[in-house]
């Protein structure tokens, strides 16, 4: 395994921070909950982590803004916004970044039986809710009934 830059100087750098900040972050608890709650937002969800990723890795190289948005195909404004942590998927990245620049580049993989257990809750929840919103319907046709 290559060794990755913290501080990148080469093209060949910014692409292995880059990946590492994005395979370090996509195996995040935190970013696999994101893609269980929203699955049918789960491509823009990576697509965000990928940016972010991008971006973060072209800054320590030292790229101002304007030309890491022209790179990789953002606003300066969505650029300015991961690097700020104003989004999720930036706040994930920095603290991915943060967490290599303490402890070293470790990637964790979560525990999948956390993640099946969070899985299982979700599921849970989402059935007591569908009974709830039932129960609310049918009182409210009975009402309506008695009200006609």
């Known amino acids: 395994m290559s060794e990755i830059p913290l501080k990148p100087i080469s093209r060949e750098d910014i692409h292995k921070l880059e990946s590492a900040l994005l395979v370090g972050t996509l195996f995040r608890i935190e970013a696999l909950e994101e893609v269980?709650?929203?699955?049918?937002?789960r491509l823009t969800?990576?697509?965000s982590l990928a940016v972010a990723a991008a971006a973060l890795a072209r800054e320590k190289?030292?790229?101002p803004i304007s030309r890491i948005a022209?790179?990789?195909g953002r606003t300066e404004a969505t650029i300015r916004n991961h690097l700020a942590g104003k989004t999720k998927a930036g706040q994930l990245v920095l603290q991915t970044?943060?967490?290599f620049l303490k402890e070293g580049v470790k990637i964790e993989v979560?525990?999948?039986e956390e993640l099946h257990k969070k899985v299982d809750e979700l599921e849970n929840r989402i059935k007591e809710l569908?009974?709830?919103l039932s129960t609310v319907k049918s009182k409210l046709e009975e009402t309506l009934a008695?009200?006609?």
Request: charged fraction near 40%; charge should be negative; proline fraction near 4%.
């Open 61 to 63: 190289a030292g790229m």
């Open 36 to 41: 269980l709650k929203n699955p049918e937002k």
């Open 45 to 47: 969800w990576v697509d």
């Open 130 to 132: 569908e009974n709830k």
């Open 70 to 72: 022209e790179e990789i």
């Open 110 to 112: 979560a525990d999948i």
């Open 97 to 99: 970044y943060q967490r």
């Open 146 to 148: 008695i009200l006609k």
